[in-house]
């Protein structure tokens, strides 16, 4: 029974499902095929122990582009993001430092530890402003690619070389600087105090196989910083009922606008004749036939393991086969039967709604990154932990509390045994660091659920579990990423296009690729609504 | 949280309408009293007593203490002779305002600096390959300025250890209120008589117990910032963040002064052989003068309280002192804007400090102040005067 | 009254090809050197008796051969020696891979060890010769200004990019991603064989304070092929003599034009009338006027220590501070008897000889670099500079020079000054050397080691770093010495730089003298231009 649409969109994950929602509202005849029985992909809430709902994988919200939410909607779809305001850095001698949004306040508590570092975190606060501001200009264009040089490439070329200029230069400095250097050493050039630094440099290592001493680092830091909530930058947030409540909207924006959405509809293979896509094949055998199919899903999937080889030049698949993901980290879901009670701060309040970063030296860190780099997760991982239950009372039953722990560093291959082994020493491993800051810890968990990055991947197809479809580091960002010359959505397919994390600008529920990936559907289709710069 | 400064024990018991603004973390009064009228006039007939601990205080010392304090300010301060103050502005390199303060020489190799924020990694970056050390003493001393017309009396039978009635304008003493070591500068930011009372926080409530003890006689008064506003405008003195915006906080190149832009321009002192920061920039500016200018305003005053009668209203600008920017227009045209602006009481004048286009900034240049009367925008004649607008002998004698 | 056109501080390598050049357009030029010897890093000096040793640099083949045509420096004494083994990676027990500067015999090596690698090895050696190229380009010429808003500047700008493009657009992409990779991932997208990974990737490791799996390893791969003859690695070419006799070269260039050149002359300070430089003062108290200065010595010291933070802005100041300057590397001098025992090692040891069994050691050695201590098992690249020349150390003597990294500058606990450090470190790399080269230890007559604190001491290297400045992509082209003030140019009137802390960088490469010199010189004529008041 096979029906034809104007456009399959594979995977139903947040991208693909912006990407379905922008190609429907354009008046496409749209179907989204989703593997799993919800849709989501990464970006999923499930009630895994009862009345405890864990955001399973991606659990803040912060790199979503505000003009998608607006522009879908979103809100009247059921989207709500709660701030998510302070971070908790425990300290393991009992200490720690606490930032929130009481200027004054944080600026005590650094001070504690340097006053110096005290001035400078505003400054430093602003320079970031300054370099989200500088980079944003990239989140919203479609890369130029400098190989080809076609007169939209020129045209991009100049635009960005004259965005770029025009910057004051002290911030293109500051930028190259991002760029290029690690985060800890680009932190020194601030800070002095060890555990400042070393929290900070937490966001710099987030889905990366990098240390903080190395160089690379300090972009994803700024990658981290440019998350936008009502103008504000390094706003983070928490979606109302779970991440999976930020797919839930999209989709229904999607559905509204005419898009169907299929979900246990894995797809094996996408059809190809004469060099044009025709539609797909599923799992199941069936075929659902598109003039237009685009994959939401990493670049090796989009590439190695929906097309034939031969549909694809040799330079593309090499570049993808050298396109790194190794994925790094792991996710720790408890359900706790009661609040979780830190030494350093004990009781309740505020900071229980706010991350907790299990960050204490850059050296912890770093450490933690040694053990990885060769083969294994970290004895003392770097955790960062949020506890949806107190800013969304809806996640767990009253009084109980669902904590999510996003754990690094977990290697997608280990040197010795294999994760199906190995798993629950991964997980006793969490807790246990854990358990040194949080002592009722043990007594209070009621399940855990332990995500090691094979999990993620066999869960949610995400190529050796990387969060991110592939590293972001330089040689896999903006015209590069996927490879060069296929960063602009397109595939060397007729009517094949690719619209996932793995393309430009990148990881995280940001939502961008998948709208980037749709404008240039449907300027191919001649139905784009034409925009300066696009 | 707003933390209490070292007199909050005296001042929250007496700040009876709880009106508090948050002064750098701290809670300050904005008055004591419901209005801050009766504040206001203890600084013109009377004296008035102001918490001023919320500012920041550093230390320098060290043989290269003079030449540090004199690299860091636009003012020649290695030349600022021992027990004298200086106010001074300071710079970023390229010649941006930072921020100002008063800067204190406490001994041949020791000064105090005041800034309105915290500065101490910046002072300490300008100590770089220098023999001195800079300390941020912030919490280390609180602060109460004593300003108007009686408190050089209250003060002369307070103090002992010093001559009050001999320390001249900007000059500092060395003396004890009972058992209780302070320093006093005659200094403030009123435009009027007054002293500025620097003491370690842990005697702060002797100290303010025995100036209201003593004051009691000279019509002593407790003064919270809105009574402090109005003074300093018709003194002609600049409020960060108001009438400037710091380089540190400008988000945009535009927002930058300075010190010429500032009317500070007479604070800029170059010295040859002793460059201070921004010493080289403003070299050019002063060459090639920027087309923006300081200016303080006299608005028509009759034509303001016209333009309310005629809608039934008594004048409704007379309360407050205003930071709200305030466009100025000449012949039509925006020329510039009001950063601060009041009614002055004493003069009976609406006042108001201003940036405008140089060539409307000069003495008795004509422009027009944009006021809003029921929502409705009008223009209303004002004069460029010189600043300070009130400006008693006293001050100075 | 100027009694020279320029001084030049320093007479290292640098400083000496831009006093030869600036001495050339006719100017009267003084070279000023702390040291009896002039080379700086690049010197040859006796260390043990009859014996000639190159202190720190040993490889010459970065250095610009258009400066020895410009300055005929081959006239002069200079004489290349190419050794037939461009490296050779001690693989344990006693056994080796060498890549030799015959292609055939580099793949029929290779071929032993795997017969995939030795087939893409020529496609390898051809890559990096392309991505070389391309970097050539921006590493020839000054940096773009940024600041330059200019229609003129922009276009100049545009210049080095269109200059690049003519060698392929797509080659210019791939360098784009190359660069920032790390050595560990370019080599593993390469090669399949350790051994020959961790030969490769010890170039990544230079200028470095980081491991083989940190972003920039390839750019500093590429950086050393830009070399003569650089097949596949680094090009391996050495100065009969030792390399001091190249800094002789240049400096009898530089008399030859005119310059003067004074040795055991320390330079204290730099004086400035007005914030402009006008000449130096010498620790005897003799003061030299001169209408610029120019400063090979690395940018913390000319900044912080000729001028004087206090005479330079707090912002600039910043930006210096946080150069990163740090030395990881070590030097161990040998006196042996003989040669170390390894089969053919007249000719495998002619080239670098490395202790480089895979990327792991590497990384691990790095790690320890991380956390401010002494690699417990270093990396090591020894060069026997009596094979070039035997005329270096006496009949039937050899010397060999090692590298020893890491040994970082800042230890995190203890001094260098403690015997004990300096002790350990030895021994673990004499240590590592005889259980890769065995039977070596049993040759060795004299030693002597210089640790980064000693290049520090000995020869003005600030944080013993012999590069100036990290080669870090965050410290190339516009930001080097620091963002900003990328052509030679300080905020001191008439102060320049011309060291390895300056563009294109570090390395015996000649190429920030030269490319300083072509600035001063233009900067000087603009002045004639403007109405000669440079000729004050």
């Known amino acids: 029974m096979a029906r034809s649409y104007d456009a399959i969109v594979i995977g139903g994950g947040h991208n693909g499902l912006v990407h379905a929602a922008y190609l429907a509202r354009a008046g496409l005849d749209v179907c989204v095929l989703e593997a799993r029985p919800m849709v989501g992909g990464a970006t999923v809430t499930e009630e895994i122990f009862p009345g405890f709902r864990y955001s399973v994988f991606s659990y803040v919200v912060s790199l979503m582009r505000p003009e998608i939410i607006r522009e879908l909607d979103l809100p009247r779809h059921g989207l709500t993001i709660l701030p998510l305001e302070s971070t908790l850095t425990p300290l393991p001698d009992g200490d720690r430092l606490y930032r929130d949004g009481d200027h004054y306040r944080s600026w005590r508590e650094i001070a504690r530890f340097s006053v110096r570092d005290a001035e400078a975190y505003d400054d430093y606060g602003r320079s970031l402003f300054f370099m989200a501001r500088a980079v944003k200009y990239l989140l919203d264009i479609v890369p130029p690619d400098p190989a080809r040089l076609g007169p939209r490439d020129i045209s991009g070329l100049i635009g960005l070389a004259r965005h770029f200029l025009g910057l004051d230069p002290e911030q293109l400095h500051l930028?190259?600087?991002?760029?290029?250097?690690?985060?800890?050493?680009?932190?020194?050039?601030?800070?002095?105090?060890?555990?400042?630094?070393?929290?900070?440099?937490?966001?710099?290592?987030?889905?990366?196989?990098?240390?903080?001493?190395?160089?690379?680092?300090?972009?994803?830091?700024?990658?981290?910083?440019?998350?936008?909530?009502?103008?504000?930058?390094?706003?983070?947030?928490?979606?109302?009922?779970?991440?999976?409540?930020?797919?839930?909207?999209?989709?229904?924006?999607?559905?509204?606008?005419?898009?169907?959405?299929?979900?246990?509809?894995?797809?094996?293979?996408?059809?190809?004749?004469?060099?044009?896509?025709?539609?797909?094949?599923?799992?199941?055998?069936?075929?659902?036939?598109?003039?237009v199919v685009s994959s939401s899903l990493d670049p090796r999937r989009t590439f190695l393991d929906l097309v034939e080889e031969h549909e694809l030049p040799g330079e593309l698949l090499r570049a993808v086969r050298a396109f790194r993901f190794r994925g790094s980290s792991g996710k720790v879901n408890l359900a706790l039967?009661?609040?979780?009670?830190?030494?350093?701060?004990?009781?309740?309040?505020?900071?229980?709604?706010?991350?907790?970063?299990?960050?204490?030296?850059?050296?912890?860190?770093?450490?933690?990154?040694?053990?990885?780099?060769?083969?294994?997760?970290?004895?003392?991982?770097?955790?960062?932990?949020?506890?949806?239950?107190?800013?969304?009372?809806?996640?767990?039953?009253?009084?109980?509390?669902?904590?999510?722990?996003?754990?690094?560093?977990?290697?997608?291959?280990?040197?010795?045994?294999?994760?199906?082994?190995?798993?629950?020493?991964?997980?006793?491993?969490?807790?246990?660091?854990?358990?040194?800051?949080?002592?009722?810890?043990?007594?209070?968990?009621?399940?855990?659920?332990?995500?090691?990055?094979?999990?993620?991947?066999?869960?949610?197809?995400?190529?050796?579990?990387?969060?991110?479809?592939?590293?972001?580091?330089?040689?896999?960002?903006?015209?590069?990423?996927?490879?060069?010359?296929?960063?602009?959505?397109?595939?060397?397919?007729?009517?094949?296009?690719?619209?996932?994390?793995?393309?430009?600008?990148?990881?995280?529920?940001?939502?961008?690729?998948?709208?980037?990936?749709?404008?240039?559907?449907?300027?191919?289709?001649?139905?784009?609504?034409?925009?300066?710069?696009? | 949280m707003l933390l209490e400064t070292p007199f909050h024990r005296r001042t929250g018991a007496l700040c009876h309408h709880r009106r508090w603004r948050n002064w750098s973390g701290y809670a300050a009064a904005l008055s004591y009293e419901p209005s801050h009228e009766y504040e206001y006039y203890a600084v013109r007939s009377a004296a008035a007593l102001f918490d001023i601990s919320p500012l920041r205080k550093y230390e320098i010392t060290g043989p290269d203490a003079a030449?540090?304090?004199?690299?860091?300010?636009?003012?020649?301060?290695?030349?600022?002779?021992?027990?004298?103050?200086?106010?001074?502005?300071?710079?970023?390199?390229?010649?941006?305002?930072?921020?100002?303060?008063?800067?204190?020489?406490?001994?041949?190799?020791?000064?105090?600096?005041?800034?309105?924020?915290?500065?101490?990694?910046?002072?300490?970056?300008?100590?770089?390959?220098?023999?001195?050390?800079?300390?941020?003493?912030?919490?280390?001393?609180?602060?109460?300025?004593?300003?108007?017309?009686?408190?050089?009396?209250?003060?002369?039978?307070?103090?002992?250890?010093?001559?009050?009635?001999?320390?001249?304008?900007?000059?500092?003493?060395?003396?004890?209120?009972?058992?209780?070591?302070?320093?006093?500068?005659?200094?403030?930011?009123?435009?009027?008589?007054?002293?500025?009372?620097?003491?370690?926080?842990?005697?702060?409530?002797?100290?303010?117990?025995?100036?209201?003890?003593?004051?009691?006689?000279?019509?002593?008064?407790?003064?919270?910032?809105?009574?402090?506003?109005?003074?300093?405008?018709?003194?002609?003195?600049l409020l960060k963040e108001v009438d400037y915006v710091s380089a540190w906080t400008a988000l945009i190149e535009s927002r930058k002064s300075s010190p010429y832009e500032a009317g500070l321009g007479w604070a800029v002192q170059p010295r040859p052989g002793r460059d201070f920061v921004g010493g080289k920039a403003l070299e050019g500016e002063a060459a090639q003068p920027s087309k923006w200018a300081f200016a303080g305003l006299e608005v028509d005053w009759p034509r303001i309280e016209r333009r309310f009668a005629s809608v039934g209203l008594p004048p409704l600008v007379a309360g407050r002192a205003s930071r709200e920017p305030v466009p100025i227009f000449a012949a039509g045209t925006q020329v510039g804007f009001v950063t601060s602006s009041t009614f002055s009481p004493i003069l009976k004048k609406y006042i108001a400090l201003a940036t405008l286009q140089r060539d409307f900034a000069r003495p008795g240049d004509r422009v027009d102040f944009e006021l809003t009367v029921e929502f409705v925008r009008h223009e209303v004649p004002a004069t460029v005067v010189k600043t300070p607008f009130f400006d008693p002998a006293r001050k100075r004698n | 009254m100027s009694a020279y056109d320029a001084v030049v501080v320093g007479a290292g390598h640098n400083a000496l090809v831009a006093a030869a050049l600036l001495a050339r357009e006719g100017w009267e030029v003084l070279v000023l050197e702390r040291r009896g010897v002039v080379g700086g890093a690049a010197a040859t000096e006796e260390v043990f008796p009859g014996c000639r040793v190159n202190l720190a640099a040993q490889d010459a083949g970065l250095f610009r051969r258009e400066i020895v045509a410009d300055l005929g420096l081959e006239a002069r004494g200079l004489e290349w020696v190419h050794p037939p083994a461009v490296a050779t990676s001690l693989t344990g027990g006693g056994d080796a891979l060498t890549l030799w500067r015959n292609p055939g015999r580099t793949r029929d090596e290779i071929a032993h060890h795997g017969p995939a690698d030795a087939a893409r090895f020529p496609d390898w050696a051809d890559y990096l010769r392309s991505m070389a190229r391309v970097l050539r380009v921006a590493l020839d010429h000054a940096p773009p200004v940024l600041q330059d808003a200019s229609a003129r500047g922009r276009l100049r700008l545009l210049r080095p990019l269109l200059r690049a493009g003519?060698?392929?657009?797509?080659?210019?992409?791939?360098?784009?991603?190359?660069?920032?990779?790390?050595?560990?991932?370019?080599?593993?997208?390469?090669?399949?064989?350790?051994?020959?990974?961790?030969?490769?990737?010890?170039?990544?490791?230079?200028?470095?304070?980081?491991?083989?799996s940190a972003m920039g390893g390839a750019f500093r791969?590429?950086?050393?092929?830009?070399?003569?003859?650089?097949?596949?690695?680094?090009?391996?070419?050495?100065?009969?003599?030792?390399?001091?006799?190249?800094?002789?070269?240049?400096?009898?260039?530089?008399?030859?034009?005119?310059?003067?050149?004074?040795?055991?002359?320390?330079?204290?300070?730099?004086?400035?009338?007005?914030?402009?430089?006008?000449?130096?003062?010498?620790?005897?108290?003799?003061?030299?006027?001169?209408?610029?200065?120019?400063?090979?010595?690395?940018?913390?010291?000319?900044?912080?220590?000729?001028?004087?933070?206090?005479?330079?802005?707090?912002?600039?100041?910043?930006?210096?501070?946080?150069?990163?300057?740090?030395?990881?590397?070590?030097?161990l001098h040998l006196l042996l008897d003989g040669l170390p025992p390894l089969p053919d090692a007249a000719e495998r040891l002619s080239g670098h000889t490395l202790v480089a069994p895979d990327l792991e050691y590497l990384e691990r050695a790095g790690d320890d670099a991380k956390y401010g201590r002494c690699s417990a098992r270093p990396h090591l690249d020894m060069v026997v500079p009596t094979l070039h020349d035997p005329t270096l150390a006496p009949e039937g003597r050899h010397l060999a020079s090692i590298q020893i990294r890491y040994a970082p500058w800042r230890l995190r606990s203890g001094s260098w000054e403690d015997g004990a450090i300096r002790d350990a470190l030895r021994s673990s790399a004499l240590d590592v050397l005889e259980e890769f080269l065995p039977g070596l230890r049993a040759r060795i007559v004299d030693h002597r080691l210089l640790t980064p604190v000693d290049f520090e001491t000995e020869l003005g290297l600030t944080g013993g770093d012999e590069y100036h400045g990290q080669m870090g992509l965050d410290q190339l082209l516009f930001m080097r010495p620091v963002p900003g003030w990328g052509r030679y140019r300080t905020p001191v009137e008439r102060l320049f730089l011309c060291g390895s802390g300056t563009h294109p960088g570090g390395g015996v490469t000649g190429g920030a003298g030269r490319l300083a010199a072509r600035e001063i010189l233009r900067d000087r004529k603009l002045g004639a231009r403007l109405g000669g008041r440079d000729q004050t």
């Open chain 2, 67 to 237: 030449a540090l304090v004199d690299r860091i300010v636009t003012r020649h301060a290695a030349d600022c002779p021992e027990g004298r103050v200086l106010y001074s502005p300071w710079c970023d390199e390229a010649g941006k305002l930072i921020d100002d303060g008063t800067v204190q020489r406490l001994g041949a190799d020791a000064f105090r600096i005041t800034a309105a924020d915290p500065s101490l990694r910046w002072f300490q970056d300008c100590a770089l390959g220098m023999d001195a050390r800079v300390r941020d003493v912030s919490l280390e001393l609180a602060a109460l300025a004593l300003q108007g017309p009686t408190s050089r009396d209250i003060l002369a039978g307070l103090v002992t250890g010093a001559d009050i009635a001999s320390v001249p304008y900007f000059g500092l003493a060395e003396g004890n209120v009972g058992s209780v070591p302070v320093t006093i500068t005659r200094t403030g930011y009123t435009g009027d008589l007054g002293y500025e009372i620097w003491v370690r926080p842990e005697h702060a409530l002797a100290l303010w117990d025995a100036l209201m003890e003593a004051g009691r006689g000279y019509g002593i008064a407790p003064a919270g910032l809105d009574a402090l506003d109005v003074a300093r405008i018709e003194a002609g003195l």
């Open chain 3, 221 to 331: 791969m590429v950086y050393h092929a830009t070399g003569t003859e650089a097949c596949g690695f680094r090009s391996s070419v050495f100065v009969k003599g030792g390399v001091g006799v190249l800094s002789e070269a240049l400096e009898a260039a530089a008399r030859s034009h005119g310059a003067e050149v004074r040795t055991d002359a320390e330079v204290e300070s730099i004086l400035m009338e007005d914030g402009v430089a006008t000449g130096v003062l010498l620790a005897g108290g003799e003061e030299i006027r001169a209408s610029c200065v120019v400063s090979g010595v690395d940018p913390r010291r000319t900044f912080f220590g000729l001028v004087g933070a206090p005479r330079l802005g707090p912002e600039f100041n910043r930006k210096v501070t946080n150069i990163r300057l740090s030395g990881t590397t070590a030097s």
């Open chain 1, 175 to 291: 930028l190259v600087k991002l760029m290029t250097m690690s985060a800890a050493d680009f932190l020194d050039e601030w800070f002095e105090t060890d555990v400042l630094k070393a929290t900070l440099s937490a966001s710099g290592i987030i889905g990366t196989f990098l240390g903080p001493r190395s160089p690379g680092t300090a972009y994803v830091l700024l990658h981290h910083y440019m998350g936008e909530i009502d103008g504000h930058f390094r706003a983070w947030g928490f979606a109302r009922g779970g991440t999976g409540a930020v797919a839930e909207a999209i989709a229904s924006a999607a559905r509204e606008a005419g898009a169907e959405i299929r979900t246990d509809a894995p797809v094996a293979r996408v059809l190809v004749r004469n060099g044009r896509v025709t539609g797909v094949a599923l799992a199941s055998g069936d075929e659902v036939y598109g003039k």
């Open chain 3, 166 to 212: 003519r060698v392929g657009k797509r080659t210019v992409v791939e360098l784009l991603r190359v660069l920032p990779m790390s050595a560990r991932d370019l080599l593993d997208d390469w090669f399949a064989g350790e051994a020959l990974k961790g030969m490769l990737g010890t170039t990544g490791l230079l200028g470095a304070r980081q491991g083989p």
């Open chain 1, 337 to 534: 039967d009661a609040a979780p009670d830190f030494s350093c701060m004990p009781g309740h309040g505020p900071h229980l709604r706010g991350a907790v970063s299990i960050s204490p030296s850059l050296d912890y860190l770093e450490r933690a990154y040694d053990d990885a780099k060769y083969g294994d997760f970290s004895k003392e991982p770097y955790i960062d932990v949020v506890i949806p239950s107190a800013i969304d009372p809806g996640m767990a039953p009253p009084g109980k509390h669902v904590m999510s722990c996003f754990v690094q560093y977990a290697p997608y291959e280990l040197r010795e045994g294999n994760w199906d082994d190995r798993r629950e020493a991964f997980g006793d491993t969490v807790v246990d660091t854990l358990a040194r800051y949080i002592p009722n810890l043990k007594d209070i968990i009621l399940h855990r659920q332990v995500l090691t990055p094979l999990d993620i991947e066999r869960t949610t197809g995400l190529s050796q579990g990387n969060i991110f479809q592939g590293e972001l580091s330089p040689s896999q960002l903006f015209f590069l990423r996927p490879a060069a010359g296929y960063a602009k959505y397109r595939t060397p397919v007729r009517g094949y296009y690719q619209c996932g994390s793995g393309t430009h600008p990148g990881g995280g529920i940001m939502g961008a690729p998948g709208k980037l990936a749709a404008g240039t559907v449907l300027a191919d289709l001649g139905r784009g609504r034409r925009r300066r710069g696009r």
